[in-house]
């Protein structure tokens, strides 16, 4: 028992692994305890067991299996995971539990597969099963079989999937085990219970005897359908439905058994076969024979192969046609039979794939119904019944309504057989009131044919579809019959016996109930009282009250209707018989006065005048339904009638005629006689108004079109050419006002033609106007019927359609009453049905069509398949010139389409382009014809998708799209054959079609549920090898998933395999948050498909539906029927439809989706979108807005935004307007969209929209101003440059709107960035443009100042200049002005920036700049500092993207440096030149703002709670704060103000900096902002030395007071060395100059307190050099001795004191030699050498200068030995001057006299030895120093320690340990030595706190002008990888100073161009911005080149190139880290 006691402890799920059985059964009896024992199911615990299931069941132990199994049972039905472990343990079950001798083992291993089963794992658990049947082991058959046979039992055939079930059973019943052969006997006895017959035809080649056994077995089963008794988790609710039903003990009733059975398709459990390679070899030779024998054998083998019930779908084209040809041609009509069957088995056998042939074979089969031998009339009824199956009726109308006029009485009698056996299979869904009306027609019209069969067959088929679709939806067709034929349809519908096998009239009430025979039988039973059969939906049930006789809404009293009432509910007109003179007169009688019936016809005028208004009176009062219209106007046309002389009476009696049409029930049999009289009277000047009235008022009793029609044909029957004129323009209103639906083109065209061949020109004007309001409707078709006319009149007529070109028409305001309401929205609903798209599609039904069916000739059709492709090309271009001659043909195109369909396989591509452009002429031919050929023709279009070439894809896609345009999308999606496309596995035909998919699935309201059958093919793109495809199938995810759902979708995965399921599972997931809404009913006519919707808004609102709504019926009658629902609000409302818009469209129109901006903005940045970026909008990027705007905008708008017409684009426009101020915040979310649209609207032509559009951009950008918004990139990049384009539009009103919003942008969008958009557009070819854009971008530069020009002044200047030789004069004289405009601002630097011009150009501008100066006396004053600075900086803290302050205003000083230069050169003393320097601020000397106290600013942004001054001015908006929220552009402002003008300006600004100056711990935020300020203070000093010293008027002791705040600035400045050390060479440079000119200056000694100034200055001097980088200040000195030699102007005590500086440097070069860039001083003495060569230098009047030179080389080789002459690095010619020579000379000398010369040179010589021994020594040490200095705690420690080492051994190389670190490293070390040195020194004034990191980061980083948070701690980070030893940065620089080695850039670096000589203004040119950016980050990203000398001596070639990018890092590296 030791072991036991060892396992016992383990916890259970180790026992269940347990080696030892007894432990494994211990295991399994405890886990089924637990598992008994968890209640939740998704409880942890259930994982651990996930993989032991499959043990337990497949123990090798027997009894531990018994358990196991228990246990595992137990698992699966209580745990949440249980489904995962189904493959693998129903296997086990299979192999290891079946096999098992005990009983118990196997029922468990049952109940497991049933219980997986019940856990919705039917499928797996099925194929384990089937699996498990071809197992060797009988035993392990049989008990798989009987799990089968439960399932079944218990779960019923619509869990089982019986195909896989049936397929296998025949194999069972073979087997040689009795055991397997019962159980499959009782598995096929299951089965039948379920399916029945449909077991048959699967099992019928099994053993006769087993055969006889089942059929006996099979009649004993019960003959209700069973039950399911156990049911699924997800269906519990009907598990508790049918507990309930057995708690009452009742059988379940019809309804249910319904629901519980679904009859199974014995075809779907077939296996298909293969018959087309099995067909005889010679069957197409011999079908051909002479001898009849021959054509019979081909013909049976055929048949045989034929009698297959299911066959394999392939190209049976050319045996259709075979067939088809010895049906239709064959004289044997034995042979004709044969070939029938083989059709009809064709048919059967290929369903739904034999649909594409059905066209072709279907008239050649009526027609041949001539024969009349029984066998042939039955084989081709046969054949024709199959066939119907195949296709829909709608498919085959035309066939059979081509046949139903025959003179042959068989055939019509056949096809109206053919149409009573079609119509049982359909529904009321399937046999719409469309296809219905014209099969209708013709059967009427058998009806009362001579032959009794034909019209029995009529009756049939009546009485079918009345059966179908019940007596009130074929009613209305049936109005001309008599009671006798009536009753005869009604009884041939009773007799129906519909396809679902139950009698119609069925369950409940006799035929005639109530008081009328027109019970609509199949109607009567609402659903719930009788069982109605699955093949017959339910209808819309009547209640039985409303479809009695004649429904009060219409009812007329019978006598009216003179007993015969034919009114149904749903009557289409008031059918009305004539009544006789004397009727009429009685009738009159009983409402009318009796003295007015006799003064009717009285000789008096005026007595019949009072006859008149007494009849008006009486008919103003009487009652509508009592109101006997025929009578009284009969009474009215009474003679005198129409003849009446009187003008008054007669125009009484015309309005009262229109009284009677507008009150009574007015039919068309009142309408005829009156008509007669209104028509006479139209063109009479006094009676004609009143005419026209009633015949408006017939209109909408009896319909426009049957009025107009009327009216038209009389009217032109007469002579009277004024009659004819006003009729027509009667007409041409009547239309607007009803709209044009139902009217009949046809039937008035010739009439048109006839007036518009008038001699009167009043008739032929009408005539034109008319066209010009029909053409309204229905635009470019309606020339058609005018090609013929002669041109004068053509061109006439074109003009008329030119004015209507582009509106749309109005909104019907009247409609027709009542009935006739009903009557036009059938009509509509049946355009709807046949042109399944747009509005455009009724009148197509109206042209002309020609039948070109017999040019089809079989030559013809053979040429098409010639070998030769030259013959087949012919063949092609013939069937291109019948189409193009015939315009508009009939869908009757005989063999074409097979012959067409083999040219798109044809390996010649040429040939194939040239089908599918003949498919695309067809498409436009035929109209909605071509429905019946997309089986045949459009889905072969498909497989040419697939093409490997772009442009035949991309013609195939276009033939497609103008299929679609004409059938509508059903067509494509019915059936099997796009999933069949789909299967080929052609990455291109993939992509095409999902692609295509994608694009229209959105569009539509409802598809066929065939869709189902592409998702396999759709999930298997998900994961294909091609990413276009998963691209495409992904995109195309959640069109598919609108119409299917997520539910269907989902559950179609359990098919994948694992791996790929979870992959496409979770796709689904992604598709299911963005699929797209079905689109609501569509707001326009023509757009996508109809919808039923508002009709059914209608229908509800009246008392009876009109009619079922199919999914298309048409937009426009929703409008009719709207109207007749409300006949009150008709006249005010336009239409049903515009009711429901109203209701829709007050909510909001953009929707506020968060992120979705951020969204879009990242997808374009992956490149997942197509970038916006075109030179014409193609379809593409219109969808892809489309598919953006469908999330955020209503869906009405976004109708009206992209419908064709251009008014709704107006009407979009002026809703957006209506609601821009209560949507803002929605709409700055859709902001990209808008602009995206507005940009596709700039590419239309109307000018309407245009200027709509630019109404609406106007406001939108003064209220994105007013919120304070700032266009992103994004924005800005896909909208101005469209905007741009706009600028060059012909129409003037048009430019000035467009720049009037491009000044709008510049305030939402920094100038800077639009500036390069406009230089964009001075390239374009339209002159226009070019010169508008050169004209804006003269007032941004004189607006903003030189800083807007990108990316520099120079380079758009000399692109401006260029346009200077325009060839367009409005061209030069933009460029001209824009030039002057520069010249204004920066003066003669504009010579400079502008480059060589030509030299008429430059003689043009020196010309027009002269003139510029007469005319402006001064520079334009600038606009005052606040709107600047508003412009500059406008902050907005909820703005997306906040403007970055360094973008738009690099540099405040930009044109004050520039003016320096220039001012250099020729010391101006005109004040003008200063005026412009401020470019910050500038404002009139009189209004001089003052800046009352400091406010304390908040910068939170700081780490340190620094506190920033800011300044408050008058002037300035109280929004200050806000603007300056940076404290960087706060300290721009300040900068600006010191260069002012204005020396109390001035004087503040330098107090505010002062203060922050002498604060420690705030003076860090001016760090990066040094060079600007001193650039200003010397800006300053230049303006007090030239303009305030010598301007009288000024106060001396304010100058000396500015002198004074400068210098103290200086002096704090320069008291901080790390400040100091960021002041750049060049100006250093001008800083000494101004500084040392300032001691020179002899007036300021006569200033009381002078020689005080003088002695400050000294200090100052030397603090500057003391503190400033040493390099820096030595560079610049020696730069400024030059400058200062060279130029004789200055004092020449300038030099000297230059000089005497030096000489303090170079006395103080052994304590700065390490912190010096030798390379760089060493370059500018090679410089300096160059100008000055030793002979030179000589000549000069003191030799002082040659004597510095010398001791400085000196001193320097002294200091450094031969190591000298590798620092000459940077020079790029050393033989240029004598350096290197003069430096080989010192070296040598020194080197020899080195034991000599003084103790230092000694020490170093000596160490230098030393050194070299040991130098492993020493890289340990400093390897230790550095070490501390890397880490946290002893960094003080190991900064001192390095000093110290530094200080005893001074020529240490520290290169090594510092090039692997980051240059912040390296700057961190060298200041923390300075401080060490600085302190013991005893110069300790600068606190410690600048050693740590943190506050170094902050110097080092606060340049960037941005919030510092991110940068320091970016920094911070790389500190700490650096200590991680996970970034190196590679170190710039080639050795020399130790401390400062990133300030030389290699060789590399230096650029080719002449040095010459530098100063600060030349740094001006370069990049402003420079002077911003970071100096440490500037020099590490670029080779160090930005900050060095060299840098300013050769200007960078590529400045803008770096900067750009470098811009972008840090803005990068700010977005990351926010």
Request: proline share 5%.
């Amino acid at each position: 028992m030791g072991d036991d006691s060892e396992w016992m402890k383990l916890p259970i799920d180790q026992k269940c692994e347990h080696k030892v059985w007894k432990a494994r059964l211990n295991g399994y009896e405890e886990a089924l305890k637990l598992f008994q024992r968890i209640e939740d199911e998704k409880s942890p615990e259930w994982g651990k067991y996930l993989g032991l299931i499959k043990k337990f069941v497949t123990d090798s132990n027997a009894v531990a299996q018994l358990k196991g199994l228990e246990a595992a049972l137990a698992f699966i039905e209580n745990a949440h995971v249980a489904g995962k472990t189904t493959g693998e343990v129903v296997s086990g079950v299979v192999t290891k539990v079946f096999n098992q001798p005990k009983a118990r083992a196997k029922e468990l291993g049952t109940d497991i597969c049933l219980m997986y089963i019940e856990i919705e794992k039917a499928e797996v658990v099925q194929d384990e099963l089937l699996k498990g049947l071809d197992n060797k082991n009988p035993k392990i058959v049989v008990a798989c079989i009987e799990a089968l046979r439960k399932a079944l039992s218990e779960f019923g055939s619509k869990i089982v999937t019986l195909k896989p079930v049936v397929k296998i059973l025949p194999k069972q019943f073979e087997s040689r085990e009795k055991a397997v052969r019962d159980e499959a006997k009782l598995l096929a006895i299951e089965i039948y219970k379920w399916i029945r017959d449909a077991l048959r035809p699967p099992l019928q080649n099994i053993n006769s005897v087993q055969l006889k056994e089942l059929e006996e077995e099979w009649v004993k089963l019960p003959s209700s359908p069973p039950k399911q008794i156990r049911f699924l988790r997800s269906q519990q609710d009907l598990k508790a439905k049918f507990e309930q039903q057995q708690a009452q003990g009742e059988q379940s009733d019809g309804e249910d058994e319904e629901e519980t059975v679904a009859a199974v398709d014995p075809y779907e459990l077939l296996e298909a076969v293969e018959i087309l390679s099995k067909m005889p070899k010679d069957f197409y030779e011999k079908i051909e024979a002479k001898k009849w024998q021959e054509r019979k054998e081909a013909l049976e083998a055929v048949e045989a192969l034929t009698k297959n019930p299911k066959l394999e779908n392939g190209d049976y084209g050319d045996l259709v046609r075979a067939l088809k040809k010895v049906v239709g041609k064959d004289a044997n009509v034995m042979l004709v039979t044969m070939a029938a069957k083989c059709l009809a088995g064709l048919a059967s056998g290929l369903r739904k794939k034999f649909g594409t042939y059905a066209g072709q074979v279907a008239p050649t089969i009526l027609e041949k119904f001539k024969e009349k031998k029984p066998q042939v009339v039955q084989a081709l009824q046969e054949a024709i019944d199959a066939i119907f199956h195949t296709t829909t009726l709608q498919n085959l109308s035309e066939d059979i309504l081509g046949v139903m006029d025959n003179k042959n009485p068989s055939i019509k009698q056949q096809a109206s057989l053919f149409l009573a056996r079609s119509f049982r299979h359909c529904t009321q869904a399937t046999l719409p009131k469309s296809v219905l009306k014209p099969f209708c027609a013709a059967l009427i019209k058998q009806v009362n044919d001579s032959a009794p069969e034909v019209r029995d067959a009529a009756f049939e088929a009546l009485g079918t579809a009345m059966k179908v679709v019940g007596e009130k939806a074929v009613n209305p067709f049936l109005t001309d019959l008599d009671k006798l034929k009536l009753d005869k349809i009604k009884e041939c519908a009773d007799k129906v016996e519909l396809a679902g096998g139950k009698k119609g009239a069925g369950g409940g009430g006799g035929a005639a109930s109530g008081g009328g025979d027109k019970k609509p039988a199949a109607r009567a039973p609402p659903p719930a009282e009788a069982p109605s059969k699955s093949s017959a939906p339910p209808k819309k049930t009547q209640p039985a009250s409303k479809s009695s006789a004649g429904p009060p809404k219409k009812g007329k009293p019978s006598s009216a209707a003179g007993g015969k009432t034919k009114k149904s509910s749903d009557n289409k007109e008031i059918a009305e018989t004539e009544l006789s003179v004397e009727v009429c007169e009685d009738l009159a009688a009983g409402v009318l006065p009796a003295s007015c019936l006799q003064q009717l016809d009285s000789a008096n005028w005026k007595e019949r005048l009072a006859s008149m208004e007494e009849f008006q009176r009486a008919v103003e009062t009487m009652d509508k339904a009592q109101m006997p219209c025929q009578a009284l106007v009969r009474m009215l046309a009474k003679k005198p009638g129409w003849k009446e002389t009187n003008f008054q009476v007669m125009q009484m009696k015309l309005h009262i005629v229109a009284l009677i049409a507008q009150r009574g029930q007015f039919s068309k049999t009142s309408a005829s006689v009156a008509l007669d009289g209104l028509v006479d009277k139209v063109g009479d000047v006094k009676c004609g108004g009143n005419a026209k009235e009633g015949l408006t008022a017939i209109g909408q009793a009896c319909s426009l079109p049957w009025t107009a029609e009327q009216a038209v044909s009389m009217v032109f029957a007469q002579k009277n050419p004024k009659n004819q004129a006003e009729t027509l323009n009667w007409l041409a209103n009547a239309i607007k006002e009803f709209g044009f639906t139902g009217i009949n083109v046809k039937a008035f065209i010739n009439n048109v033609k006839t007036a518009l061949g008038a001699t009167n020109p009043a008739v032929r004007t009408a005539a034109i106007t008319l066209l010009g309001v029909m053409y309204l409707y229905m635009g470019a078709p309606l020339r058609m019927f005018f090609e013929d006319e002669k041109p004068a009149l053509l061109a006439q007529i074109d003009a008329e359609f030119e004015k209507m070109q582009g509106q749309s028409p109005p909104a019907p305001i009247r409609f027709t009453k009542k009935a006739a309401t009903e009557e036009e929205g059938d009509d509509g609903e049946e355009q709807e049905e046949e042109g399944g798209g747009g509005g455009g599609q009724d009148i197509m039904d109206l042209l002309p069509r020609t039948d070109i069916g017999d040019k089809i000739t079989s030559d013809l059709v053979s040429k098409i398949g010639d070998k030769n492709w030259k013959i087949r090309k012919e063949g092609l271009d013939e069937v291109a010139a019948i189409i193009s001659e015939a315009k508009f043909i009939t869908a009757n195109i005989g063999e074409l389409p097979l012959a067409l369909k083999g040219r798109l396989g044809d390996s010649n591509k040429i040939l194939v382009q040239q089908s599918l452009t003949i498919l695309q002429q067809l498409a436009t031919a035929m109209g909605p014809g071509l429905k019946q050929h997309v089986k045949a023709l459009g889905i072969p279009v498909i497989t040419v998708m697939g093409d490997s070439k772009p442009n035949v894809r991309a013609a195939a896609l276009a033939t497609l799209q103008a299929w679609v345009e004409q059938t509508g999308m059903k067509e494509w999606l019915e059936g099997e054959d796009l999933s069949e496309e789909l299967k080929r596995e052609n990455p291109f035909l993939r992509q095409e079609v999902l692609g295509w998919l994608a694009e229209k699935l959105p569009t539509l309201r409802t598809v066929p549920g065939d869709l189902m059958l592409c998702i396999p093919q759709l999930y298997a793109c998900l994961e294909d090898r091609n990413g276009d495809v998963r691209k495409k199938a992904q995109d195309a995810l959640p069109t598919f998933m609108m119409h299917l759902g997520y539910d269907k979708m989902n559950k179609a995965t359990g098919k994948l395999k694992p791996a790929s399921k979870d992959q496409v599972v979770g796709m689904l997931e992604k598709a299911r948050a963005v699929m797209p809404a079905k689109p609501a009913a569509p707001a326009k006519a023509g757009g996508g498909k109809g919808s039923a919707e508002p009709s059914r808004a209608a229908s509800a609102s009246r008392s009876q539906p009109a009619n079922e709504d199919f999914p298309d019926s048409k937009p426009e009658t929703k409008k009719v029927r709207g109207g007749a629902a409300k006949k009150g609000a008709a006249a005010k409302k336009p239409a049903a439809k515009g009711m429901k818009d109203d209701e829709d469209r007050s909510g909001p129109i953009f929707i506020l989706v968060p992120n979705a901006k951020e969204q879009r903005i990242k997808e374009e940045k992956q490149l997942k979108i197509l970038k916006w970026n075109f030179n014409t909008p193609r379809d593409e990027y219109v969808e892809q807005l489309k598919t953006q705007m469908s999330t955020c905008f209503a869906k009405w708008l976004q109708d009206e935004l992209f419908h064709f017409d251009f008014q709704r684009h107006v009407k979009a426009i002026g809703v957006m307007i209506e609601r821009l101020e209560s949507e803002s915040e929605a709409t700055i979310s859709c902001l990209d969209l808008i602009l995206k649209w507005f940009t596709l609207r700039f590419f239309d032509t109307n000018t309407t929209v245009l200027m709509k559009v630019l109404e609406y951009l106007k406001l939108m950008f003064a209220m994105l101003n007013r919120e304070n918004y700032h266009l992103t990139e994004y924005e800005a990049n896909s909208f101005v440059p469209y905007l741009i384009l706009k600028v060059g539009e012909s129409k003037d009103v048009v430019r000035k709107d467009v720049r009037a919003i491009l000044t709008m942008l510049c305030k939402v969008y920094p100038a800077s960035k639009v500036f390069p958009f406009l230089m964009d557009g001075t390239k374009s070819k339209n002159s226009k443009q070019r010169a508008e854009c050169l004209e804006e971008l003269g007032c941004l530069i004189e607006s903003y100042g030189m800083n807007v020009c990108q990316p520099t002044p120079a380079k758009s200047l000399k692109e401006i200049a260029v346009h200077i030789g325009d060839r367009d004069t409005s061209v030069r004289n933009a460029a001209l002005n824009t030039v002057v405009a520069v010249y204004n601002v920066c003066g003669e630097q504009v010579y400079k920036l502008i480059g060589n011009l030509s030299e008429k150009d430059m003689s043009m501008l020196e010309e027009r700049i002269k003139r510029s100066a007469k005319k402006t006396p001064a520079a334009p004053a600038k606009q005052t500092a606040t709107e600047r600075s508003q412009r500059e900086h406008p902050t907005n803290p909820n703005a997306t993207f906040l403007r970055k302050p360094a973008q738009e205003d690099p540099n405040k000083l930009n044109q004050a440096r520039q003016n320096a230069q220039h001012s250099e050169s020729s010391h101006p003393s005109i004040p003008k030149e200063f005026q412009l320097d401020l470019d910050m601020i500038e404002m009139d000397q009189s209004r001089v703002c003052e800046l009352p106290d400091l406010v304390q600013h908040k910068l939170d942004e700081l780490l340190e709670p620094i506190m920033i001054p800011e300044p408050k001015m008058r002037a300035v908006s109280p929004h200050f704060d806000d603007l300056h929220n940076s404290t960087a552009s706060t300290i721009n402002f300040v900068i600006s103000q010191v260069a002012s003008g204005d020396i109390n300006t001035s004087i503040q600004a330098l107090a505010q900096i002062d203060e922050v100056l002498r604060q420690e711990d705030k003076a860090e935020v001016m760090s990066g902002h040094i060079d600007q300020f001193l650039i200003a203070t010397f800006m300053q000093l230049r303006l007090i030395y030239s303009t305030h010293m010598a301007d009288d008027r000024l106060d001396k002791k304010d100058i000396f007071k500015l002198y004074s705040c400068i210098i103290g600035n200086m002096l704090s400045l320069f008291s901080m060395e790390s400040l100091a050390r960021e002041a750049s060479m060049g100006v250093l440079k001008d800083l000494m100059h101004g500084l040392i000119t300032l001691m020179l200056d002899a007036r300021v000694e006569d200033i009381e307190e002078g020689q005080q100034l003088i002695r400050s200055v000294n200090l100052l001097v030397i603090r500057v050099m003391e503190k400033s980088d040493q390099t820096n200040i030595l560079s610049a000195l020696l730069v400024l001795l030059q400058d200062s030699l060279v130029s004789t102007a200055g004092s020449p005590m300038l030099p000297e004191l230059v000089m005497k500086c030096l000489w303090r440097m170079i006395r103080f070069l052994p304590e700065t030699i390490n912190n010096i860039n030798l390379d760089r001083i060493l370059l500018d003495v090679h410089n300096f050498m160059k100008v000055f060569p030793k002979e030179k230098l000589k000549q000069l009047k003191s030799d002082v200068p040659h004597r510095t030179l010398k001791t400085l080389l000196h001193t320097l080789c002294k200091l450094t030995g031969a190591k000298i002459l590798d620092h000459l690095s940077m020079i790029e010619n050393r033989n240029e001057s004598e350096l290197e020579a003069h430096l080989r000379r010192v070296v040598k000398h020194s080197g020899n006299l080195s034991g000599l010369k003084s103790d230092r040179g000694n020490e170093k010589t000596g160490l230098h030895t030393e050194d070299r021994m040991s130098k492993t020594k020493v890289s340990d040490i400093l390897t230790e120093i550095f070490k501390k200095i890397g880490s946290k705690e002893n960094t003080k420690e190991g900064l001192t320690e390095l000093y110290e080492y530094k200080q005893k051994y001074s020529d240490v190389d520290l290169e090594p340990f510092l090039k692997n670190t980051s240059q912040f490293f390296q700057s961190y070390v060298e200041r923390g030595l300075r401080m060490i040195e600085s302190e013991r020194e005893g110069k300790a004034r600068i606190q410690t706190s600048a050693v740590i990191p943190q506050h170094g980061a902050d110097s080092n980083l606060s340049s960037n002008n941005e919030e510092l948070k991110p940068a320091v701690y970016y920094e911070r980070l790389k500190i700490l990888r650096q200590r991680q030893g996970l970034e190196n940065t590679s170190r710039q620089g080639t050795g020399g100073g130790e401390d400062e080695p990133q300030q030389r850039p290699p060789i590399s670096s230096l650029l080719s161009s002449k040095p010459s000589v530098a100063s600060s203004t030349d740094m001006l040119h370069s990049k402003l911005s420079q002077l911003k950016e970071s100096r440490e980050l500037y020099q590490q990203e670029h080779n160090a080149h930005s900050h060095s000398p060299t840098h300013t001596h050769t200007r960078s070639a590529s400045p803008a190139a770096n900067l750009d990018d470098l811009k972008k890092r840090l803005e990068r590296i700010k977005s990351n880290r926010q």
